[in-house]
């Protein structure tokens, strides 16, 4: 199982980890990790690295 952890991209801070899924809807994405938890977010997603399983955000 690959899991991600999302970075905010202006300061590098986690903003969630173990995360198993994400949907984009519009402006909102929607992460969800491998317990269930749910965090919706504003912003883009800046860039994805599959091999290191990260994931950067632009967000307010």
């Not at 199982?1 to 903003?15: G, N, Q, R």
């Not at 938890?37 to 977010?41: G, K, L, P, S, T």
């Given at each position: 199982?690959?899991?991600?952890?999302?970075?905010?991209?202006?300061?590098?801070?986690?903003?969630f980890?173990?995360?198993?899924?994400?949907?984009?809807?519009?402006?909102k994405?929607?992460?969800?990790?491998?317990?269930g938890?749910?965090?919706?977010?504003e912003?883009r997603?800046?860039m994805?690295?599959?091999a290191?399983?990260?994931?950067?955000?632009c967000c307010?």
């Open positions: 199982m690959c899991l991600a952890t999302v970075y905010k991209e202006s300061d590098d801070s986690v903003i980890r173990n995360v198993s899924r994400i949907d984009v809807d519009g402006d994405i929607v992460l969800r990790d491998i317990m938890d749910e965090r919706i977010i912003g997603i800046l994805v690295d599959l290191n399983s990260v994931v950067k955000l307010d």
